[in-house]
């Protein structure tokens, strides 16, 4: 009603909004581990065994969903009752049998008999004697207790797995296969938030480029495009992508197709003995999301992609260190021995075949004050996204203004909601040239002819910035001369002791 007698109070929303920064330090894997640890089935143990009436129930179901089961064995309170199974949903109910004075007579064999009968109770358990238990023993009630202990497996083939603790990770990785490596070489470096896609390995190579490949399986994702799932089934999105010891020529591409719709990074080795043939390998590509590394390091021993699984590791650890507009290039890497090829370089000569190999825009590794990657440069076809760090640059500018402007969509669209998108911009654009991770920024004037009356009436409105990165300093020039003329004033400084 319009008629009011009293105070009342609104909170009116305006202004500029804090952007929140995308985590751009997330790693998403694809690997083998053929003996990476299973899933533990929850269980449940009744009875006693010196009573032969000792019972063990396992959940079909894989892992934590067995825990949702549980199992009652009621007492009748009635004579002469009959042994009835019932299910409702996960829960178990077993009204046991009874004499002619009330008391239970099921024995735990014919209890296991009952569950096996109950098709529905049996598709939810297994049940077998506990031990030395013959199951000659009568059993004993039992209050609905659910099954526990059932543990997910850490990395089920082809579904994007969440890890917080690649410690732990690598503790369940297993022998077999390139995940166990690539998680200490990537642990070396860092410890960052990784997705990983594990996949089967293959009857050969082809076979295993095929699943870590993928595609869509029944309406799910498998192999690489199983990382596309991620943010929707474990809450991040892998932007740091790599395949380390799988990353064939089609794997690559697959990565990199990827790496596009998450707006992320491909690392990959470039193939080749010798520094030619990885050059040649370089022209297969053209992505801006893409950096090639050769050769490898001697660290990893038979595992063809230590480099690989390290620039993963210390891109991760520069995001958060530093931020995404530093590149790979020239950070110490650690736990490094040797590489696999001699790399001729020098500082002050770029006809090594570390200059070379730069000049192809193939990442390299050299020894300086350790060893460290060498390179700044992608494989994009256009020069314009020729640095590492301009494409991630653009990339987490893309995701921080794109995602941080939610609140915008769908309010009325008015000159103030206009400045308030605005100025949130700005105020992002700010601090980040505040601490060094921008040049400049800024927000263009409103295009008038583009935003034109029925433009803005259809609810559309077309916002343009611009901003200049932080390049790299890949070449530094420096200018030597001798002069005569501190001599100038020789005798004076003589005199002057």
Not at 436 to 462: H, T
């Amino acid at each position: 009603m319009n008629f009011h007698h009293g105070i009342k109070v609104t909170e009116p929303i305006s202004g500029a909004r804090t952007l929140a920064a995308v985590a751009t330090a997330v790693v998403g894997i694809v690997a083998t581990a053929g003996d990476a640890q299973a899933d533990v089935k929850a269980t449940l143990e009744t009875g006693v065994v010196p009573d032969d009436n000792a019972l063990t129930f396992t959940a079909a179901k894989a892992g934590k969903l067995g825990n949702t089961i549980t199992l009652a064995l009621v007492d009748p309170a009635a004579n002469d009752a009959a042994l009835q199974v019932s299910v409702a949903g996960d829960a178990i109910t077993v009204s046991l049998a009874t004499g002619g004075d009330g008391s239970i007579t099921t024995t735990a064999a014919q209890l296991v008999t009952a569950i096996e009968a109950s098709a529905a109770a049996d598709a939810l358990v297994a049940v077998a004697d506990t031990g030395t238990s013959d199951g000659s023993g009568v059993v004993t009630a039992l209050p609905a207790t659910a099954l526990s202990g059932g543990v997910d497996e850490p990395f089920p083939l082809n579904r994007p797995a969440l890890v917080t603790d690649i410690r732990d990770a690598i503790g369940k990785a297993g022998d077999d296969g390139t995940l166990k490596p690539t998680l200490e070489a990537i642990a070396d470096q860092a410890t960052p938030i990784l997705v990983v896609v594990r996949v089967e390995e293959g009857a050969d190579d082809a076979a295993t480029a095929t699943n870590v490949i993928g595609g869509v399986t029944d309406g799910q994702f498998t192999g690489v495009e199983a990382l596309l799932a991620a943010e929707a089934e474990v809450g991040v999105r892998p932007r740091i992508l790599g395949a380390p010891g799988l990353d064939s020529q089609a794997v690559v591409e697959a990565m990199v197709v990827a790496a596009r719709k998450l707006r992320g990074f491909v690392y990959a080795a470039a193939k080749g003995e010798d520094t030619a043939a990885a050059l040649l390998y370089r022209k297969n590509f053209a992505a801006r999301e893409l950096m090639l590394i050769w050769p490898d390091f001697s660290t990893g021993g038979a595992f063809p992609g230590d480099a690989v699984a390290r620039a993963l590791g210390l891109r991760a650890a520069i995001d958060e260190s530093v931020g995404w507009h530093k590149t790979l290039s020239m950070v110490p890497v650690a736990g490094v021995t040797g590489l696999t090829k001699d790399v001729h370089f020098d500082l002050q000569d770029s006809s090594t075949t570390a200059g070379v190999l730069n000049a192809g825009e193939v990442t390299t590794m050299v020894r300086l004050n350790g060893y460290r990657f060498f390179g700044n440069r992608t494989c994009a076809d256009e020069p314009a996204w020729a640095f590492e760090s301009r494409v991630r640059t653009a990339q987490a500018l893309q995701d921080t203004i794109a995602g941080g402007l939610a609140w915008a969509i769908d309010k009325p669209l008015t000159p103030g909601l206009v400045r308030d998108i605005i100025e949130t911009i700005n105020a992002e654009f700010r601090r980040l040239v505040a601490e060094g991770r921008l040049i400049g920024a800024e927000v263009l004037p409103l295009d008038i002819e583009l935003n034109s009356e029925s433009y803005l009436a259809s609810g559309k409105l077309a916002i343009d910035y611009e901003f200049t990165d932080a390049a790299p300093l890949e070449n530094l020039n420096l200018s030597q001369r001798v002069t005569d003329r501190f001599y100038a004033d020789f005798s004076q400084q003589i005199a002057n002791g």
